[in-house]
């Protein structure tokens, strides 16, 4: 499983980043039982937030999911670091919650989530597909236009 | 438990919607072990999204809670579709989000999924008394009004 | 280990209030197996709330991280009354969602929720480093200006 799921990020050509670790007192993830929680991830890229703004002002839909995009990778990388590298251990992703930064006037939250969840259907196959909540915030931290946190079924 | 149940919803006059089916790679429901996760519901009625606007704004509180009734009327929709039919399987209503579209303005979510809280409470007896999150946000997938997703323990 | 507990809630010169209990058909709290889910508490201080305003126009960082820290004593509290009075049943505080009432330009929901994280690490130890998610909102019910859920998985 994990070596397909690998290939699969190579033929997308998604390279996993080094997960982040938070400068504070709580951590990127947590193990309890068979569930991993992981925190909300921004659309980190190289180290910093690449996508920054309100969507529907500083941001269009396009480049909202890319950075939902981004939000996915990062959580496969702070997954693939709780499960020792080997995210052939992802039983089930079960929930996502994909908060878009958003004008009050911008109502395709559902569209910009869907850059997340066509990354982790087609890198998980049928283990990706996952409930969700798509909603619009008023601002989200270091000003990201997207946040996305997760809850995984491991093996 | 499950006539009990489908009684009272006739006792409200609640017709259970076919469960929708998302256009999107994601699906409206995920069950983990003993734990049914639904995603985020929008007040759906006769196929579209009924209440829309912003609470505080376009919507009155009344109003707003006709649409977090909607939602937890989806809900029930979407577990009866996960658990065969059989809504005596729900063993308890864990817990629910409840995301109003509101205007900075507005501090009255608690009001507004009261509307959700009360329907599940008076369909689910005992086993719909749930913890809760309700929250204000700058807007919503569709324009809908109010959001609504659930966590529920299955037997 | 509730002795622990006790003791550095006590050198914090914190004391638990009573558990508030919800005026609504909802419930502060629900254990689910091995899981305590906590419904979103608000920045309660003798009976009330004590933090209002939107952040960021109303409430500037280091009150509403006061507000945060606030959430999660009463979290500590709901958790208290829901484990018999034993915190040291406590295994893992596994996830918290802090809404920070936000304008559209207030971007560091990080730090407002790192007063909840911060005195959550305190007081649990080990056992209280927690997966997160903090993200800003356009109002919150009773105008508070922050909110925080929690999951934590009991012994």
Avoid: W
């Avoid at 999911?65 to 052939?88: F, H, T, V, Y």
């Avoid at 908060?99 to 006037?105: D, G, K, L, Q």
């Amino acid at each position: 499983m994990s070596a397909e799921i690998e290939a699969r990020l190579k033929d997308l050509g998604v390279t996993l980043p080094q997960a982040a670790t938070p400068v504070a007192n709580y951590v990127p993830y947590v193990i309890s039982g068979s569930m991993l929680y992981i925190s909300g991830q921004l659309p980190m890229e190289d180290g910093k937030v690449a996508v920054t703004g309100i969507v529907g002002k500083d941001v269009d839909v396009a480049r909202a999911q890319r950075a939902a995009e981004l939000c996915s990778i990062n959580i496969l990388a702070q997954a693939k670091a709780a499960l020792g590298g080997d995210l052939g251990r992802i039983h089930r992703l079960v929930k996502i919650n994909g908060f878009v930064a958003s004008t009050p006037e911008f109502v395709e939250q559902h569209l910009v989530i869907n850059g997340a969840s066509n990354l982790l259907a087609t890198v998980l196959g049928e283990a990706g597909k996952h409930a969700r909540a798509a909603v619009g915030m008023a601002s989200l931290p270091f000003n990201a236009a997207v946040e996305i946190d997760a809850v995984i079924e491991i093996a």
